[in-house]
């Protein structure tokens, strides 16, 4: 089985009001690609992990929507922009904030490992900066951690 050997994620502030994660999942593309866009397997490791994720609506398609929440602690919804199967996915936040956050993942597989950069585009330097004040960016180590033992099942 193949064993996660990459650095946790690297965070790169591409400008005042965009983010970059990328991080090195050891699995295949196809399987990273199915982790993130399967409502059945997304709430089995994206998010806080307590309170776990008690709703995943996903229609992953150009203009499908999206509806994540986990309890009644936070809820997220939005539109899907781009999916090109297992390359890229592009969806925007819309609710419950009405200031849009732009998301762009690309999926990239390297002798079996799977590299995902994720830019999060925001409105302004004020949304990024409240952004990464939030701890989000930090949130999402512990997400990737988990993502990493459920691939480790699979692989």
């Given at each position: 089985?193949?064993?996660?050997?990459?650095?946790?994620?690297?965070?790169?502030?591409?400008?005042?009001?965009?983010?970059?994660?990328?991080?090195?999942?050891?699995?295949?593309?196809?399987?990273?690609?199915?982790?993130?866009?399967?409502?059945?397997?997304?709430?089995?490791?994206?998010?806080?992990?307590?309170?776990?994720?008690?709703?995943?609506?996903?229609?992953?398609?150009?203009?499908?929507?999206?509806?994540?929440?986990?309890?009644?602690?936070?809820?997220?919804?939005?539109?899907?922009?781009?999916?090109?199967?297992?390359?890229?996915?592009?969806?925007?936040s819309r609710e419950p904030d009405p200031t849009p956050e732009v998301r762009s993942h690309t999926f990239e597989e390297t002798n079996g490992?799977?590299?995902?950069?994720?830019?999060?585009?925001?409105?302004?330097?004020?949304?990024?900066?409240?952004?990464l004040a939030s701890g989000a960016v930090e949130g999402m180590e512990p997400t990737f951690l988990r993502l990493d033992a459920f691939l480790?099942?699979?692989?």
């Amino acid at each position: 089985m193949p064993r996660n050997t990459a650095a946790p994620s690297t965070l790169t502030l591409l400008s005042d009001t965009e983010v970059q994660l990328v991080r090195t999942f050891a699995a295949p593309r196809g399987l990273v690609w199915q982790a993130f866009t399967d409502p059945k397997l997304l709430p089995q490791w994206y998010g806080p992990g307590e309170p776990p994720m008690t709703v995943c609506e996903m229609d992953v398609r150009p203009n499908g929507k999206f509806r994540w929440a986990w309890g009644t602690a936070f809820e997220t919804a939005g539109i899907f922009h781009q999916v090109e199967k297992p390359r890229l996915l592009v969806m925007e936040s819309r609710e419950p904030d009405p200031t849009p956050e732009v998301r762009s993942h690309t999926f990239e597989e390297t002798n079996g490992q799977t590299t995902v950069t994720i830019r999060i585009k925001t409105a302004t330097k004020a949304l990024r900066d409240e952004l990464l004040a939030s701890g989000a960016v930090e949130g999402m180590e512990p997400t990737f951690l988990r993502l990493d033992a459920f691939l480790a099942g699979r692989v």
